[in-house]
């Protein structure tokens, strides 16, 4: 009996390119596998996936998580700037209301 495939996807997006590669691996591969198979990682040798965080679908994910059917894998870039500070820092810039 043949051992039973699943299709997935590995994305990495920059401001001004992006890698998306459409997989089949076995039954039981996990994120971490994905990503190695994807040829990312010598696509764009920065990522650290000690340091960047990765996930499924926009929810992160530890890399050894199993993968299913259709699993989009994603690694997100470290933020450039603290998302609660950027929107103090909006608000404070926005004249008052009367």
Request: charged content about 20%.
């Amino acid at each position: 009996m043949a051992e039973a495939s699943i299709h997935v996807q590995v994305c990495y997006a920059l401001p001004d390119s992006s890698f998306l590669h459409a997989l089949t691996v076995p039954a039981g591969t996990t994120i971490g596998q994905a990503v190695m198979q994807s040829g990312l990682l010598q696509a764009f040798p920065g990522i650290d996936l000690a340091i960047n965080m990765v996930g499924i679908y926009g929810k992160r994910k530890p890399l050894d998580t199993v993968l299913h059917e259709h699993d989009r894998v994603e690694i997100y870039r470290p933020l450039q700037a603290d998302p609660k500070e950027a929107r103090r820092r909006r608000a404070g810039s926005k004249p008052a209301k009367a």
